[in-house]
């Protein structure tokens, strides 16, 4: 979609890799790299076409099926097998954005986190952002640059100028001394390049908590009980949120009102479930304190927990929509919202 809408300076709501599904991202919110300043992509569906559970081919917009429309959006995989999807796409087609990375063993973690938090509290919404942690495996498929580092990055997508975009990553800058700084104009079809995921699949279990706001001391112990000490590999990436992401909107994505998402990926290479569960549950347990719940599209391996991915009314709205449209529960993926 990227690259179709391009030529028509044109853009859709994507998120970090360019190889996740459209659909199954978008129906789970879809929190994407402009997403401060345009909310999930989720709010920018105008129609769907879902085959629901009932075995019923359905054409479904905000007009013809109102609480149809609102649930399958952030309902995730739940009623039925979209085949159609309409969605509007933003007017962008260049960006300033990049990554930042600074060095995680000369600087210390909490500290650039800190400066992190401190440089989000007067952003505009054109500005979205993310800090990753993550230590690369000491293997020669790397390049020096990253085997073996604990790198801490900043990634930056903003719409404004490219003078204004420098003016305001310059106190990011002035964090510590970077070990790669890639921040540049682009062509929003280089936008994948901010986060580089990986784009091969890859086994792996990940959660997610949605915080009012960040207690930076407390994410400081997350980073530490995740980074080079503990006894696996670990990826930390924290969002911040806010902006357009706040507005209310007609569909079921929920906790709105978080200001940041804060999310632990953990290969499976060797490690068994059980113990990376306990240690996400210790290092997640850390920031507890201002949680408002899980995010749907980050709860990998974790959707078979239903806990925190609604709040009660959207939950109620959902186990309705999933008896009246898929009564048999032919969708078992349900996130707690039909028998499983
Ligand atoms: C590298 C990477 C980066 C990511 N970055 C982001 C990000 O920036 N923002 C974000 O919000 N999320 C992100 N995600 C999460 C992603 O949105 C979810 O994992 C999403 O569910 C992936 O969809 P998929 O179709 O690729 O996966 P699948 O595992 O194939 O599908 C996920 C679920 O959706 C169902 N499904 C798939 N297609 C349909 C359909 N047409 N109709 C009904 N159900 C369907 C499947 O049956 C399955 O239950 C990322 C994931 C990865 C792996």
């Known amino acids: 979609v990227v690259e179709a809408a391009a ?6 709501l994507n998120g970090s890799a360019p190889g996740v599904g459209v659909v199954s991202y978008t129906l789970g919110g879809g929190l994407g790299i402009l997403a401060r300043q345009f909310g999930y992509a989720a709010d920018h569906v105008r129609s769907l076409d879902v085959v629901t559970g009932d075995g019923t ?14 649930g399958l959006l952030g309902g995730g995989a739940t009623l039925g097998v979209v085949t159609e999807l309409e969605i509007g796409l933003v007017p962008v087609a260049r960006l300033y954005g990049g990554a930042i990375a600074f060095d995680g063993r000369t600087t210390d973690p909490a500290a650039l986190l800190r400066g992190y938090e401190q440089w989000t509290r007067n952003l505009p919404e054109e500005l979205t952002s993310s800090l990753c942690a993550l230590l690369y495996p000491d293997i020669p498929q790397l390049p020096p640059l990253l085997r073996g580092r604990y ?5 930056v997508a903003f719409t404004g100028t490219r003078a204004e975009g420098e003016r305001l990553v310059a106190p990011l800058r002035a964090l510590a001394p970077a070990v790669s700084d890639t921040l540049r104009e682009m062509p929003y ?10 784009d091969f699949p890859h086994a792996y279990y990940g959660d997610s908590v949605l915080l009012s706001g960040l207690d930076v001391d407390a994410a400081g112990e997350l980073l530490a009980l995740t980074g080079p000490d503990a ?8 969002n911040h949120l806010g902006g357009a992401l706040a507005r209310p909107a007609k569909n079921a994505v929920p ?7 804060v999310r632990v990926l953990s290969p499976l290479d060797g490690t068994d479930v059980a113990t990376v569960r306990e240690l996400h549950a210790r290092a997640f347990g850390r920031v507890a304190g201002q949680r408002l719940g899980r995010s749907l599209n980050f709860a990998f391996g974790g959707a078979d927990r239903p806990e925190g991915l609604y709040d009660a009314k959207t939950r109620k709205r959902l186990a309705g929509l999933k008896v009246a449209y898929d009564p048999a529960n032919l969708f078992r993926r349900s996130y707690g919202v039909g028998a499983s």
């Not at 790198?151 to 990634?155: C, E, G, K, N």
């Not at 079809?189 to 990986?198: A, C, G, N, V």
């Not at 006894?231 to 924290?238: G, T």
């Open 7 to 12: 030529p028509h300076g044109l853009a859709p």
């Open 57 to 70: 081919l359905r054409h479904v917009t905000a007009d013809s099926d109102p609480e149809l429309f609102q």
């Open 151 to 155: 790198l801490i990055s900043v990634r």
């Open 189 to 198: 079809t280089e936008s994948h390049t901010i986060h580089s995921d990986p």
């Open 231 to 238: 006894d696996s590999m670990h990826v930390v990436q924290i």
């Open 255 to 261: 906790h709105r009102g978080a200001g940041w998402l």
